[in-house]
Structure formats: structure tokens, C-alpha cells
């Protein structure tokens, strides 16, 4: 299981546990991972459909919005495997990690203001792919509030 706690607002650095051990940092506004001391950038492109590059020495992945009539669903492709980040259902603000048909796992935001999350995902994702995916995760929470509240639809 990852824990991500946030520390300090403006901007806030996130710290990813994994089973009470410190394993990855972040400040929200660099996109800078650190993951097992090495570092990792997420790259965005795209203005109404989002692009997100995970880049790493080692390991890379891309992240891609996917428009549907009532919301945003996260296609996320790493090496020969496709995953689908998106919404347990409407009216909750759990995530859920699809491969197919079958279910990986669930990102459940956690604290105020969605300051942190709790990651409970299978084993067989590399982990700085799991750390990717909860950094999309608070992004897809964060660009949800910043639309509601500007009035907007949840989707942008």
C-alpha cells in the first residue's frame, strides 16, 4: 500500500510511503520526481486534452486524457501494457486502475483538500509507474476542484 502525505501549501511537497518507508518525493509545481534517489520529470502538453511524458533514465510512460461525454478517463501506456485511470463511479472521488476488463487497484484521495492519498496497487506495476499514477491521481483531483470551482465542468 502507498501513502502519500503533503507537507505546506504553497506549493506543497509530497512525500510516497511504501509500508511506512519513505520511497519518493515531489514538490507539486516542479514536476520532479524522485523515486529510489533517481529522478523522473513529468512533461505536459496539450491544452483541453491533456499529454503527461513520465521520463526516466530507466523507465518512461505516457499518460493521455480520454474525453467522455460526462467526464475524463486517464489512458496511461507503459511499455506493452495499457492502463485506464478513472472514476470508481460518479459520485465518488476514488480512482480506479483498469487493465482490460480486470481491476489493478484504487487510489482513494485522503485529508484536507485532498492533501494526500492511500494507493493500494498490484505488486506487478513497477513502482515508479504506481508513483506516476498516483501523481496523475492528484492532478485529476486537482484540475477537478480548480473547475468547480471556477464553475466549469469536472472535466477540464
Wanted: proline content about 3%.
Amino acid at each position: 500500500m502507498l501513502r502519500v502525505t503533503a507537507e505546506g501549501w504553497l506549493p506543497p511537497k509530497y512525500t510516497v510511503l511504501d509500508d511506512g518507508l519513505p520511497i519518493a518525493q515531489f514538490v507539486w509545481d516542479d514536476r520532479t520526481l524522485m523515486i529510489h534517489r533517481k529522478e523522473y520529470r513529468v512533461v505536459e502538453s496539450g491544452f483541453w486534452r491533456k499529454t503527461y511524458s513520465f521520463i526516466g533514465e530507466e523507465i518512461s510512460a505516457v499518460a493521455k486524457d480520454t474525453k467522455y461525454l460526462l467526464g475524463t478517463d486517464i489512458e496511461i501506456i507503459h511499455t506493452s501494457h495499457s492502463y485506464i485511470l478513472k472514476r470508481k463511479s460518479w459520485f465518488s472521488s476514488d480512482l480506479e486502475i483498469h487493465e482490460g476488463d480486470i481491476i489493478l487497484g484504487t487510489i482513494r484521495s485522503k485529508g484536507v483538500i485532498r492533501s494526500g492519498a492511500e494507493a493500494d496497487l498490484t505488486i506487478n506495476i513497477p513502482i515508479e509507474i504506481r508513483v506516476f499514477m498516483v501523481w496523475l491521481a492528484i492532478e485529476f483531483w486537482k484540475r477537478h476542484n480548480h473547475a468547480i470551482a471556477n464553475g466549469g465542468a469536472a472535466s477540464d
